[in-house]
């Protein structure tokens, strides 16, 4: 069976992020979507809605499971039998860093491989952090939102 996760914060989930993940489902036999706690940040969500929001959109998909976890995202896909880790590419200096952690992944666990999705050009600029400030300043973000999250924000 594949398995791949799915890391990120999702603070809040994108369009973006739904794209990637709808594209992945298609590779793999289950996909876990995992939102990493970082003790150390303040989200702009509790992780608590942030799963109840990407439940919620995805509660059609059955090869997608929600799961928080906490520590080191490659200790995580041992713990949930994950072989693969989807990252999303927007950008040049997203390809730079994804690349740098994909290699420092693959020291750590050389059996757990990285795989990287380019964005659709429309959703190259759509970032959590934007969003999130978009909204932190009342602004509208429905746009950058799948719907299915709105009631969440």
């Not at 995992?34 to 608590?48: A, D, Q, R, Y």
């Not at 730079?96 to 795989?115: D, F, G, R, T, W």
């Amino acid at each position: 069976m594949k398995i791949a996760l799915f890391p990120g914060s999702f603070d809040p989930v994108t369009k973006a992020h739904v794209d990637i993940l709808k594209r992945s489902v298609a590779l793999f036999d289950k996909v876990y979507i995992g939102i990493g706690v970082n003790s150390t940040k303040k989200g702009f969500l509790s992780i608590e809605k942030r799963e109840q929001m990407l439940r919620a959109v995805f509660e059609n998909e059955p090869k997608v499971h929600v799961v928080a976890y906490e520590g080191l995202t490659i200790n995580f896909c041992k713990q949930i039998g994950a072989g693969y880790m989807i990252r999303g590419i927007r950008t040049v200096s997203d390809f730079e860093y994804e690349k740098a952690i994909a290699q420092m992944n693959h020291a750590l666990e050389p059996e757990i491989e990285s795989i990287f999705i380019v964005s659709k050009p429309g959703y190259s600029s759509i970032s959590s952090t934007i969003v999130r400030e978009i909204l932190r300043y009342n602004g509208n973000a429905e746009q950058f939102i799948p719907k299915e999250a709105l009631p969440y924000l």
